[in-house]
T-cell receptor, first 110, second 118 residues
Framework: EDKVVQSPLSLVVHEGDTVTLNCSYEVTNFRSLLWYKQEKKAPTFLFMLTSSGIEKKSGRLSSILDKKELFSILNITATQTGDSAVYLCAVRQGAQKLVFGQGTRLTINP | GAVVSQHPSWVICKSGTSVKIECRSLDFQATTMFWYRQFPKQSLMLMATSNEGSKATYEQGVEKDKFLINHASLTLSTLTVTSAHPEDSSFYIC??????????????FGAGTRLSVL
């Protein structure tokens, strides 16, 4: 059965801390891995990863994919309260279908 | 990024009535849109893939007669929950597939619709 597993499911840290969110997957016909941030409603797109070992970076956020070990990590440095959200990892299977993980609920305390 | 609009954001209806939810891609054309359902504190579960000009493809366990999907244009897909019952109460989110440059294939999401069936 295809599955995407995220850990931890919940994380509470102080502002300024660095966090690492994990995503492992077992999905047939892997095409790419995507990270989304979901605050109150719509998930917003963060990164799409297709190749191993190439870090994608956007400000304080960065992500990398390991296709041999079947996992990805999302790093957030110098966290801010605005980073509080649910972070979703999804794997694109075949042409279009996305398989989502359960999400990691990140809470940044001031 | 590409913008997807979903309407309404919240709807309350009586049991037995039908509810239509619209999903529009505002600044790009989407031949493929997707409908997801999300239960509290759970992840998104794909219900169906909506293909412009053809029938939707439903995931296993999703009743196609209950969740009617129409994708009549390249910018609009609709989901109609027919004869809604309290167990249909949920958060429904649509997405539209955006084809960017080489290899770019990203789903952009609408803001979701919270359906409450009394």
């Amino acid at each position: 059965e295809d599955k995407v597993v995220q850990s931890p499911l919940s994380l509470v840290v102080h502002e300024g801390d660095t966090v690492t969110l994990n995503c492992s997957y077992e999905v047939t016909n892997f095409r790419s891995l995507l990270w989304y941030k979901q605050e109150k409603k719509a998930p917003t797109f963060l990164f799409m990863l297709t190749s191993s070992g190439i870090e994608k970076k956007s400000g304080r956020l960065s992500s990398i994919l390991d296709k041999k070990e079947l996992f990805s990590i999302l790093n957030i440095t110098a966290t801010q309260t605005g980073d509080s959200a649910v972070y979703l990892c999804a794997v694109r299977q075949g042409a279009q279908k996305l398989v989502f993980g359960q999400g990691t609920r990140l809470t940044i305390n001031p | 990024g590409a913008v997807v609009s979903q309407h309404p954001s919240w709807v309350i209806c009586k049991s037995g009535t039908s509810v239509k939810i619209e999903c529009r891609s505002l600044d790009f054309q989407a031949t493929t849109m997707f409908w997801y359902r999300q239960f509290p504190k759970q992840s998104l579960m794909l219900m169906a893939t909506s293909n412009e000009g053809s029938k939707a493809t439903y995931e296993q366990g999703v009743e196609k007669d209950k969740f009617l999907i129409n994708h009549a244009s390249l910018t609009l897909s609709t989901l109609t929950v027919t004869s809604a019952h309290p167990e249909d109460s949920s958060f429904y989110i649509c997405s539209a597939r955006f084809h960017g440059g080489t290899g770019m294939n990203i789903q952009y999401f609408g803001a979701g619709t919270r359906l409450s069936v009394l």
